[in-house]
């Protein structure tokens, strides 16, 4: 059985410091390309950060020099270090192994059709 579970959202104020979470199980997590993904309301679901098989990364340009993802593949764990926060980093993060750089998802992320998605953690940033 596949699981995917986000945690360490919370609410901060701007220029603030987070991390989340994601641990995973049903799936070989250490041999898959995983990501963070965000999603605020009415907005399109987008990709935020990846992590691929071969350690390679990727950020959205938005968040380059204040996010880090990392993985503990003991743990099957993908991590998400979020600092310098603003605003506009308001939104619902998901970790799965989702749709790749340059591609976005009009609908609700977890309903994105392929891939194993968690249910998501709030993220909230106050000015």
């Known amino acids: 059985q596949v699981q995917v579970v986000e945690s360490g959202g919370d609410s901060v104020e701007a220029g603030g410091s987070l991390r989340l979470s994601c641990t995973a199980s049903g799936f070989p997590f250490d041999d898959t390309d995983m990501g963070w993904y965000r999603q605020a309301p009415g907005d399109e679901c987008e990709l935020v950060s990846m992590i691929r098989r071969d350690g390679t990364t990727y950020y959205a340009d938005s968040v380059k020099g204040r996010f880090t993802i990392s993985q503990d593949n003991a743990k099957s764990t993908l991590y998400l270090q979020m600092d310098w926060l603003k605003p506009e980093d308001t939104a619902a993060y998901y970790c799965?192994?989702?749709?790749?750089?340059?591609?976005?998802?009009?609908?609700?992320?977890?309903?994105?059709?392929?891939?194993?998605w968690g249910q998501g953690t709030q993220v909230t940033v106050t000015s």
């Open positions: 799965a192994d989702g749709f790749p750089p340059g591609q976005v998802w009009d609908g609700d992320c977890p309903h994105y059709p392929f891939g194993y």
